[in-house]
């Protein structure tokens, strides 16, 4: 089976831009969150989607929004990009209410 | 609202000796909890999870944890530690029910073996 695919692996960006990261979630799993990972604030999350609803979203600017397809797959975008957003993104996976979560590899965006 | 307080930033052991990895937990509602494991340039693997029934929780590579609700905590351990066992590990918490399905995360423990 195969896991959770987040693309791209890198980015690098300059303050201002936006960006669009990807996330294929395990077939089958209809819930996908995206959590931040920096060294300074950790893992924080910034939304879950279920079934293409947002169900629950984070403390984080509205520069920072979602989606989620028909299909399951989400993405997420960054508008008007700062230095602060540099980070680990990381999507994770899970089948519905009460189960675990499986995490992607993540995107490591660099804002210059 | 939930928290994870982890105990340690950093925790070196030898080779072959116990892992504790020490895990606090505040939450209102009975808690689902998670450790999670993160090697360098990679996302997270779940190492073992706590929803109901037996507090003693067995995950994979040899690592266990055990939910102790009288003192909030669900440390990790694991007899004897391997060098392939150097990472960061995170403890997280999620609520039961309701909207908030989402993970909160402590700040991690950096796990060194030496050999």
């Known amino acids: 089976k195969a896991g959770v695919t987040q693309t791209p692996r890198y980015l690098i960006k300059t303050r201002g831009q936006q960006v669009t990261l990807s996330c294929s979630p395990i077939?089958?799993?209809?819930?996908v969150s995206w959590y931040q990972q920096t060294p300074g604030q950790g893992l924080q999350f910034l939304f879950e989607?279920?079934?293409?609803?947002?169900?629950n979203k984070g403390n984080f600017p509205g520069r920072f929004s979602g989606r989620q397809f028909s299909n399951s797959r989400s993405e997420m975008n960054v508008s008007t990009l700062e230095l602060g957003d540099s980070a680990l993104y990381l999507c994770?996976?899970?089948?519905?209410?009460?189960?675990?979560?499986?995490f992607g590899s993540g995107t490591r965006l660099t804002v210059v | 609202a939930q928290s994870v307080t982890q105990l340690g930033s950093h925790v070196s052991v030898s080779e072959g000796a116990l892992v504790l990895l020490r895990c606090n937990y505040s939450s209102s509602v009975p808690p689902y909890l998670f450790w999670y494991v993160q090697y360098p340039n990679q996302g997270l693997q779940l190492l073992l999870k706590y929803t109901t029934g037996a507090t003693l929780v067995k995950g994979i590579n040899g690592f266990e944890a055990e939910f102790k609700k009288s003192e909030t905590s669900f440390h990790l351990t694991k007899p004897s530690a391997h060098m392939s066992d150097a990472a960061e590990y995170f403890c997280a918490v999620r609520s039961g029910s309701g909207s908030a399905r989402q993970l909160t995360f402590g700040s991690g423990t950096q796990l060194t073996v030496l050999p």
């Open positions: 994770a996976s899970s089948p519905g209410t009460d189960y675990g979560y499986t």
């Open positions: 989607y279920f079934s293409e609803t947002q169900r």
């Open positions: 077939s089958g799993h209809r819930s």
